[in-house]
T-cell receptor, first 113, second 107 residues
Framework: EADIYQTPRYLVIGTGKKITLECSQT?????MYWYQQDPGMELHLIHY???????EKGDLSSESTVSRIRTEHFPLTLESARPSHTSQYLC????????????FGQGTRLTVV | AQRVTQPEKLLSVFKGAPVELKCNYS??????LFWYVQYSRQRLQLLLR??SRESIKGFTADLNKGETSFHLKKPFAQEEDSAMYYC?????????FGAGTQVVVTP
């Protein structure tokens, strides 16, 4: 079934650790996005990609980095996690044409202690 | 720059009462507008899009370009409508979301 998957769902990690949040989609979409969302608050775009080897920074400055080596895969990496990175991270994808809405994954709730 | 404003953080209504969630936007081009809903412990999902002019779960939304608004309405709220609602604009290839409105429907 076409879907968008994020792993892990929950992550508690110590300060200074390197982490990678995984996002994969089987929707066949070219566009992918990462949003940061604190509970009950608005979504802030931190990274997006139009396709393979395309990555752009979003509206909210983030110390994270992303890569897009394969169409279906859009991982987000934090080289050195800090408590200020504690948040929920949402991955989404969308098509260029036709049904152009964004489809979201379940999210990864990150806690840095 | 594109911007989406949802002025109400919380709407509390009684079951069977009408509910209206406000959304205003600013965008220099022709926008695509959406309403998303997030039920407790579920992922963010599309509720409806302005292009379709459809009614989903009794909700409708009309794009008013003159007032740059895309308000969401339902004539009779149900308890299962309790959720977080986000208005979103797709422009310049990106999605801009509003701050969200928490809807609480009490019996």
């Amino acid at each position: 079934e076409a879907d968008i998957y994020q792993t892990p769902r929950y992550l508690v990690i110590g300060t200074g650790k390197k982490i990678t949040l995984e996002c994969s989609q089987t929707m066949g979409h070219d566009k992918m996005y990462w949003y940061q969302q604190d509970p009950g608050m608005e979504l802030h775009l931190i990274h997006y990609s139009y396709g393979v080897n395309s990555t752009e920074k979003g509206d909210l400055s983030s110390e994270s980095t992303v890569s897009r080596i394969r169409t279906e895969h859009f991982p987000l990496t934090l080289e050195s996690a800090r408590p200020s990175h504690t948040s929920q991270y949402l991955c989404a994808s969308s098509a260029y044409q036709g049904a152009t809405e964004a489809f979201f994954g379940q999210g990864t709730r990150l806690t840095v202690v | 720059a594109q911007r989406v404003t949802q002025p109400e953080k919380l709407l509390s209504v009684f079951k069977g009462a009408p509910v209206e969630l406000k959304c205003n936007y600013s965008y220099s081009g022709s926008p695509e507008l959406f309403w998303y809903v997030q039920y407790s412990r579920q992922r963010l999902q599309l509720l409806l899009r302005h292009i379709s002019r459809e009614s989903i779960k009794g909700f409708t939304a009309d794009l008013n370009k003159g007032e740059t608004s895309f308000h969401l309405k339902k004539p009779f709220a149900q308890e299962e409508d309790s959720a977080m609602y986000y208005c979103a604009l797709r422009g310049w290839g990106k999605f801009q979301f509003g701050a969200g409105t928490q809807v609480v429907v009490t019996p």
